[in-house]
């Protein structure tokens, strides 16, 4: 098993990029994809990036995923911040090919 | 587009059993897996298990394994996790996800479930 570690909270001001990391604790960060997650208080999460870097539809081009071997890490960042992008943000991967394992979770800020 | 529509809030017993279903609205699971998610007040999200309808197999976290039950109808579209010797820090609302490969298609709504004596 291994850990995705993300950092506990970041701010931003509107209209600037934000960038939040999730490192991978053993094993290598592109043995398997790397999933983001919204989630608003009090609603259920959705998906904003999946298999690393693609965007579902409806998801803004403003959300942009990536992995760092050199790092072991992924990162989401969002361009243009809004006052809407405020929410707290998860990643996940597999491990087994079954289980799943999601980071910590990290509370944006728009300021 | 199929949704998921969960049931309703539970106030459960210490050492109780709670059950939590997970119906397809507007289509069938198809070959999509169902995984089931938890969120506990002040923490974050965390992945209890899931199961492929298709084929019936389930696989569990091992921090639940031997509590929880997961199965699905495949006849009405509709998913159950079941989980056992309910304690207090099992207070969360728990989530319904149906994914495709890697890729989370949709989300269910989330049932509150409250253990408390």
């Known amino acids: 098993n291994f850990m995705l570690t993300q950092p506990h909270s970041v701010s931003e001001s509107p209209g600037r990029t934000v960038t939040i990391s999730c490192t991978r604790s053993?094993?290598?960060?592109?043995?398997?994809?790397v999933q983001w997650y919204q989630q608003r208080p009090n609603s259920a999460p959705t998906t904003v990036i999946y298999?690393?870097?693609?965007?579902p539809s409806g998801v803004p081009d403003r959300f942009s995923g990536s992995i760092d071997r050199s790092s072991n890490s992924a990162s989401l960042t969002i361009s243009g911040l809004k006052t809407e992008d405020e929410a707290d943000y998860y990643c996940?991967?597999?491990?087994?090919?079954?289980?799943?394992?999601f980071g910590g979770g990290t509370k944006l800020t728009v300021l | 587009q199929v949704q998921l529509v969960q049931s309703g809030a539970e106030v459960k017993k210490p050492g109780s059993s709670v059950k939590v279903s997970c119906k397809a609205s507007?289509?069938?699971?198809?070959?999509?897996?169902i995984s089931w998610v938890r969120h506990a007040p002040g923490q974050g999200l965390e992945w209890m298990g899931r199961i492929i309808p298709i084929l019936g197999i389930a696989d569990y976290a091992q921090k639940f394994q031997g509590r929880v039950t997961m199965n699905a109808d495949k006849s009405t579209s509709t998913a159950y996790m079941a989980l056992s010797s309910l304690r207090s820090e099992d207070t969360a609302v728990y989530y319904c996800a149906r994914f495709e490969m890697a890729r989370i298609v949709t989300w269910g709504q989330g049932t509150l479930v409250t253990v408390s004596s």
């Open positions: 507007g289509g069938t699971f198809s070959s999509s897996g």
């Open positions: 298999e690393d870097n693609k965007r």
């Open positions: 053993s094993g290598r960060i592109a043995s398997n994809y």
């Open positions: 996940q991967s597999f491990y087994n090919s079954t289980n799943w394992v």
